[in-house]
């Protein structure tokens, strides 16, 4: 087994490197003066078994053009099996035309993964499972629930606990990890009654007294979970956390997390996380390597990846 990385999260590679006890392949992955990348593998992999570790985060443009020109390398240079091990995949919220003469972003990308030379992809936790039929390649999207649910067993009075699904579209989600906890579930529904008038949260369950848990795949602005936090404390909860894969965190959407009303917001490092998301006061980082790493060891014995999930 092969594993190269791009420059989207050196320190999770390494983590996942040192888990697999295989040392990163040497690899340069670098920018001509005009910004074109240029990759150099610098160690033979022919005939080998490679995993390609990188999530196409911020930038996310860069990310993906290093991952096709990584795949491209490896595949000129005769590596056996090249699996594209994308824990964070950008663009996958554009999945389905919002509108007309709109495209549909992430079929594409499946598209340029798939030509590029990918024989797999691996990835964490996918906007809707659905994507997966976008690739012709077997394609595996591993569940941070496991991680997650440990972390909650550990923090939580479980009696007392509601998961919260912060929209409609993230209901399978939250119902899958209060399956898991024996918890009961609650939705925000967000609506807007009238055109022109301000949208209106409506909670769906009973929150008050309640230690409520946000539970979504992605906080960019972090618009969508402060506002969802907002409507449960004003329904009565006791305390609202979220659990939310990956921390795209774009803008000013760390300030805003730290001054809004949250307890905890907990994301996985699927995204390598800035300085300012290492110092603030109330986000907290749970470490994604041992599961991805268990992943990429299961496929490379050709083992079940599901049953990491029973
Ligand atoms: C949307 O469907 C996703 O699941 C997230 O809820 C969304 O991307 C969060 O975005 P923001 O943090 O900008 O509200």
Redesign the pocket.
């Known amino acids: 087994m092969k594993l190269v990385a791009g420059n989207s999260n050196r320190a999770l590679a390494e983590t996942i490197a040192a888990y697999l006890e295989t040392p990163l392949t040497k690899a340069v992955v670098r920018r001509f003066a005009d910004m074109e990348i240029f990759v150099e593998i610098q160690e033979n992999v022919r005939g080998e078994d490679v995993f390609i570790l990188q999530s196409t985060s911020f930038p996310t443009n860069d990310h993906l053009m290093e991952l096709l020109i990584i795949t491209d390398a490896l595949r000129r240079a005769s590596a056996k099996r090249i699996t594209a091990v994308v824990p964070y995949f950008g663009y996958a ?1 554009q999945d389905r035309k919002p509108g007309p003469r709109t495209p549909i972003s992430a079929k594409l990308v499946a598209n340029l993964i798939t030509h590029a030379g990918a024989d797999r992809v691996m990835t964490l936790d996918l ?1 809707a499972g659905q994507i997966q039929g976008f690739f012709d390649i077997p394609t595996d999207n591993l569940y941070s629930a496991p991680v997650m649910v440990r972390d909650i067993k550990e923090r939580f009075e479980l009696g007392n606990t509601m998961v919260v699904s ?2 409609v ?2 209901v399978v989600r939250a119902r899958a990890l209060a399956k898991r906890i024996d918890a009961q579930l609650a939705i925000v529904d967000k609506r807007r009654e009238r055109p022109g008038e301000s949208e209106v949260m409506n909670v769906i369950g009973d929150v008050s007294g309640r230690s409520c848990i946000l539970v ?10 402060v506002n969802a936090a907002d409507a449960l404390l004003a329904r009565g909860a006791k305390e609202v956390t979220a659990y939310i894969t990956h921390g795209v965190l774009s803008g000013g ?1 760390v300030a805003r997390i730290t001054a809004s009303k949250l307890k905890e917001l907990v994301i996985t490092d699927s995204i390598q996380p800035t300085e300012a998301v290492r110092v603030a006061r109330n986000i907290r980082v749970l470490p994604i390597a041992t599961l991805i790493g268990e992943a990429i060891a299961r496929t490379a014995h050709e083992e079940s990846v599901s049953s990491l999930f029973d």
Do not use: K, N, Q, Y
Request: net charge negative; no cysteine; glycine share 24%.
């Open positions: 919220r906007h912060p929209d579209g993230g979504d795949d992605i906080v960019d602005s972090g618009g969508t979970l959407a």
